[in-house]
């Protein structure tokens, strides 16, 4: 039998790669990426008990895992495109064309930018690309940074920031227009932020948001919310202040930012510089499913998971034949889900193989996923439930069709 394809070498990948090769099946990785671990690398945070989840480390033992169980894994190899023939599934790269009857998509997320006017500028970059420079490359963004946009990736990383050393004078807003309308919001981002508040170390931002349970508290929350920010890791959290630009001549100096209404409205006359050598923009992650797309499978938009994700069940299959996914492809989930997915993906995949000999083992990995789903400490969208369950049925409407065209 040829070898089972896996395209992507993160925390679902490697996890399924591991459980597929221990059940006596070949597994070749594909991974354009120089290091394995996708954007579990970057990750660094303490957790409720005291423990610290460390990417790097995490990785590694995923990586090491795999190798001594016999998966080939080809890194600094991007693939172009896939299709499938006669059951088969072909797996474009520059070297070679690989061929399988089972492939696994895991290739995570990607980082939505912001618009905001000067971000061309040397020294402005993504949330993300700065914690990879500080946690996986041990390389400072700058001194001094402003973090423009208000969500739970920017706050996670403002966290890893701060244990690298590095100055985060705030974490603000950017200007809100139509393409900014939500993230430029301070409602909606305070409905965001509420659901990350057990992060804080701030004994006032933990007790206020507990009494933030209505729309009319929410509102009046917003509406008496400091001018200056409430200090989370003591770096202001400003929910009343956007970016209107961002300057310098030939790299980033500093930000202007503004007092805005509850509403978003940016209110004239108060604007001030913040001065700064680099600046990050955090606008959330999506699904990066390009290739599920090239592939052929439907596709959904569905917010509470990040975007669009491809149509898949709780057994991580899809409509295809032979296709599955797993991790963030399927929406915007933390690493612990992730490898629960891609142990599921890999029983899945072992299961099509050896008669339904991996019935049990498979219900109750879907069954650990939802346990891992409801201990998460990091949630990117708090409605991810009522996502999946939309999915669930557009699965179901998707099958009904096909059954009685």
């Known amino acids: 039998m040829s070898k089972v394809i896996i395209i992507g070498a993160g925390p679902a990948g490697l996890s399924a790669a591991i459980t597929i ?15 394995p671990g996708g954007r579990l690398l970057g990750q660094l945070y303490e957790e ?9 480390k995490e990785s ?31 797996v474009y790269t520059e070297d070679e064309v690989y061929t399988t009857s089972h492939l696994l998509l895991a290739t995570g997320a990607a980082e939505a930018p912001l618009p905001i006017p000067g971000w061309t500028l040397p020294g402005v970059m993504s949330v993300g690309a700065a914690q990879v420079m500080t946690n996986v490359h041990r390389v400072k963004p700058g001194e001094r940074g402003v973090i423009v946009g208000v969500n739970v990736l920017s706050s996670a990383i403002a966290m890893e920031l701060k244990l690298a050393g590095i100055d985060v004078a705030a974490i603000t807003l950017p200007k809100m227009n139509m393409v900014t309308k939500e993230s430029g919001n301070p409602l909606d981002v305070m409905n965001s932020l509420l659901h990350v508040s057990h992060m804080a170390p701030s004994a006032f931002v933990k007790m206020g948001s507990k009494l933030m349970k209505n729309d009319f508290l929410k ?103 032979g296709l599955y996914v797993a991790g963030n492809i399927t929406g915007i989930e933390g690493a612990k889900v992730a490898i629960s997915q891609g142990v599921t993906a890999g029983l899945a995949i072992v299961n099509s193989t050896d008669g339904g000999k991996q019935e049990a083992k498979l219900n109750d990995s879907i069954k650990a996923i939802e346990e891992t789903r409801n201990k998460a400490y990091i949630q990117f969208h708090p409605d991810v439930k009522a996502g999946k369950q939309k999915l669930q049925n557009y699965w179901n409407e998707h099958w009904k069709a096909v059954v009685s065209q």
């Open 48 to 56: 409720p008990n005291g423990n610290w989840w460390n990417g790097i």
């Open 219 to 321: 509102r009046m929350g917003i509406t008496f919310f400091p001018k200056n920010g409430v200090k989370m890791w003591d770096i202001p959290i400003m929910l009343r202040k956007a970016v209107v630009e961002i300057y310098g001549e030939s790299q980033v100096e500093g930000v202007t930012i503004a007092t805005i209404s509850p509403s978003g409205d940016i209110i004239p006359g108060t604007e001030e510089n913040i001065a700064a050598d680099f600046v990050c923009i955090a606008g959330g992650l999506y699904p990066l499913a390009e290739l599920a797309a090239v592939a052929g499978c439907p596709f959904y938009h569905v917010e509470e998971l990040g975007g669009y994700v491809p149509l898949h069940n709780e057994r991580m299959e899809t409509v295809l034949e």
């Open 60 to 90: 590694q033992n995923l990586f090491d895992k795999a190798v001594s169980t016999g998966v080939e894994i080809k890194l600094q190899t991007p693939v172009s495109n896939i299709e499938e023939s006669n059951g088969i599934w072909n």
């Open 21 to 35: 090769a221990e059940n006596g099946l070949n597994v070749l990785v594909i991974d354009e990426y120089m290091k």
